[in-house]
């Protein structure tokens, strides 16, 4: 899950079994959240997103949960292969007051052992 | 298509000195953006753009200029760099409302 730490949260799996990553939001009035996956060098990449008027949706081999209700959102990917090893961000925004500006939590390491 | 362009990919500054982050996208938003991303602490917008003509300040400005001059192009100043400027810079764009397309970042430091 999300650290305030300076260390991020690591996630280690075995190749082939689900990851869950998590994450706590802080703004109530949040109501567009997206995961966001970033390799070593890279730029963020969009992964998936989730509008606050429902509370799943899936993609492919990925899963996203919201639970407005604790402000919780989770990440599941099924069968998890070596290329998902990266550091994975959930992001939160209002736009109705912060024009589509995004809140980046602070990531989790995600590694896949094979 | 190449999405958005970041330069330099690398730059070391002396403190003190002044430098210009370039960032283009081809994809005609209207939404540019820049982050920094420190160890521990994702990602925090400097500035941001909803249109050519119109920058605004996001969570951590000080220190950085902006200016949108046209559609294409957003690009960072930093006028007298710091220590604390360490850190690597990405560029974002999107339509309004639509999904964040990032580059692949400009890693500074300085002495």
């Known amino acids: 899950g999300e650290s305030v730490g300076l260390h991020l949260p690591t996630l280690s799996v075995q190749e082939g079994d689900n990851s869950i990553i998590n994450c706590a939001y802080s703004n109530s009035a949040s109501d567009y959240f997206i995961w966001y996956k970033q390799e070593s060098g890279k730029g963020p990449q969009f992964i998936i997103d989730?509008?606050?008027?429902?509370d799943k949706r899936q993609g492919q081999r990925v899963t996203v949960l919201l639970n407005k209700t604790v402000k919780h959102l989770s990440l599941q990917i099924a069968a998890t292969q070596p290329g998902d090893s990266a550091v994975y961000f959930c992001?939160?925004?209002?736009?109705?007051?912060?024009?589509?500006?995004?809140?980046f939590g602070k990531g989790t390491k995600l590694s896949v052992k094979p | 298509n190449a999405g958005v362009t970041q330069t330099p990919k690398f730059q070391v500054l002396k403190t003190g000195q002044s430098m210009t982050l370039q960032c283009a996208q081809d994809?005609?938003?209207?939404?540019m953006s820049w982050y920094r991303q420190d160890p521990g602490m994702g990602l925090r917008l400097i500035h941001y753009?909803?249109?050519?003509?119109?920058?605004d300040q996001g969570e951590v400005p000080n220190g950085y200029n902006v200016s949108r001059s046209t559609t294409e192009d957003f690009p960072l100043r930093l006028l007298s760099a710091a220590p604390s400027q360490t850190s690597v810079y990405f560029c974002?764009?999107?339509?309004?409302?639509?999904?964040?397309?990032f580059g692949n970042g400009t890693r500074l430091t300085v002495t």
């Open positions: 992001a939160e925004t209002d736009y109705g007051g912060s024009q589509g500006n995004l809140i």
């Open positions: 974002a764009s999107s339509y309004r409302g639509g999904t964040l397309h």
């Open positions: 753009s909803v249109g050519a003509g119109i920058t």
């Open positions: 989730i509008r606050s008027n429902m």
């Open positions: 994809m005609n938003h209207e939404y």
